[in-house]
């Protein structure tokens, strides 16, 4: 992303396995062209960043208009019994979607809101929100594509290019997880909502992403929505594409155990062992949830090497339940972590809520080293991205970095060799110093370089949708 020349210092930098103190970094055409160990103090003319330095974060799963909730849909009625219905003039209740089927309808009213323009307006503002975040990479699930009640805009891809071109503007990498939505439901047309998320077929779906080009900072991969909204019949077409372009192929699995009860009653199988016979799993897919799974879905995704992307922190927003990553990867298939809905945005914390929730759920603790939360953060979120040359901080690959501060109230104590796990479970977005992409420093000490005022730009596009 910039062709200058130039050497970062990084006070300490974790390389994968280790931390190590006094680490050089040579940058030549937004690619580590060297890194130098046991430099104690900064070259002439070298950019210094001080703190712990990480590989920049890649966040795999992200619905960026869902930024436009947060703050209005996370409250219950505190009364330990069911909200009441909504539209009788309680306030909490009003706002207090009592479950995720619920809180869909409040995200599909935002839905029908968003143009190109204020989609790109929320975007930007969401991706400059996770570059703060040392985010320098996302994976947008992108399913608005038509103006409401369906009609095609006159680039057919405006909502998306729209993506593309915030993304650009925000400094961060982008990876278009563009989503064939053909369905309401097993067996059932489109209804209002999602009429503009509709091609009509997996063909006409097909036809249209091959309209989209991909860019220095933007690549283009596939997505099934889910079971439910992508008939059987036509999955693999969709599957199809993304193998003929070697291109990542992501979906929603088994989020809701409703779900995984629908897909039994319309085919007599699992949602995992659905996509298997379709031809969709494999070493390019990546699961997002896979939450309810049974023995036999866990190995079909082993099996076949197939990602899966957690994203605890909307798991437990949207009382989804705790997945079964520990068996996931022990299974075979690599973890990467996505912040879904943006109640949160902070990779550290999601990589730390995996760990947590497991400690929950089984009452033991280390289930994972913090360089196993880490990669999943880091190295394995960008190759569910289609970016396999980001996430390290290594010759030839992406210079994309994350700096975080050893000495704020959350991190400072521990000593720096113990910086991996002081990320992981003390350090949060708010701990993040630098963030460069591609060469170029995008957060600098704290503010962002290209986008001024960040919480004024989310206010104002969450403002124009009402939020």
């Not at 003319?45 to 849909?73: D, K, Q």
């Not at 036509?234 to 699995?253: F, I, N």
């Amino acid at each position: 992303m910039n062709p200058t020349p130039r050497t970062y210092w990084l006070e300490h930098a974790w390389l994968g396995t280790h931390v190590e103190p006094g680490v050089a970094v040579d940058v030549r055409d937004g690619r580590v062209a060297a890194v130098r160990t046991g430099v104690p103090a900064p070259p002439p003319g070298a950019e210094i960043l001080r703190g712990l330095t990480l590989p920049g974060l890649a966040n795999a799963h992200s619905h960026a208009f869902h930024r436009a909730l947060r703050g209005t849909v996370q409250a219950g009625s505190g009364t330990g019994a069911p909200p009441r219905p909504r539209g009788t003039g309680d306030a909490d209740a009003e706002r207090a979607p009592d479950s995720f089927w619920a809180w869909r309808d409040v995200m599909y009213a935002i839905a029908d809101k968003l143009t190109p323009d204020s989609y790109f307006s929320l975007a930007r503002a969401t991706y400059a929100e996770m570059a703060l975040a040392g985010i320098t990479a996302v994976g947008e699930f992108h399913y608005v594509h038509h103006a409401p009640g369906g009609t095609r805009y006159a680039d057919p891809n405006a909502m998306g290019e729209a993506l593309v071109e915030a993304a650009a503007e925000a400094g961060v990498r982008i990876t278009l997880l563009d989503t064939c939505y053909l369905s309401a439901g097993f067996g059932r047309a489109p209804d209002g909502h999602q009429l503009r998320f509709s091609d009509g077929t997996a063909h006409s779906w097909a036809e249209r992403c091959a309209l989209l080009k991909e860019r220095d900072h933007a690549r283009i991969g596939a997505a099934i929505h889910s079971v439910r909204a992508v008939p059987a019949d036509q999955m693999a077409t969709v599957a199809r594409w993304a193998e003929e372009r070697r291109a990542p192929l992501h979906v929603h699995l088994s989020e809701q155990t409703a779900e995984n009860d629908a897909c039994r009653e319309a085919h007599g199988r699992t949602p995992a062992r659905l996509l298997a016979d379709q031809g969709v799993l494999g070493p390019r897919t990546t699961a997002v949830h896979a939450t309810h799974l049974t023995e036999e879905d866990i190995a079909l995704l082993g099996g076949t090497t197939t990602g899966t992307c957690m994203c605890p922190t909307t798991e437990r927003d949207l009382a989804d339940g705790i997945g079964p990553a520990v068996a996931l990867q022990r299974a075979g298939s690599p973890l990467s972590l996505g912040s879904d809905s943006h109640a949160v945005v902070d990779l550290l914390e999601e990589a730390r809520a995996m760990e947590l929730n497991e400690r929950l759920r089984t009452r033991t603790r280390g289930h994972w080293t913090a360089a196993a939360l880490l990669r999943a953060a880091t190295a394995d979120g960008h190759a569910a991205l289609g970016w396999p040359e980001a996430g390290r901080i290594e010759t030839g690959a992406l210079a994309d970095l994350t700096t975080l501060a050893l000495d704020s109230v959350r991190t400072a104590g521990p000593p720096p060799r113990l910086g991996a796990e002081t990320a992981v479970f003390a350090a949060t977005a708010a701990d993040v110093r630098h963030t460069v992409v591609g060469g170029r420093h995008v957060v600098r000490d704290g503010a962002h370089t290209l986008v001024p005022d960040v919480p004024r730009e989310l206010a104002r596009a969450v403002a124009a949708l009402g939020g």
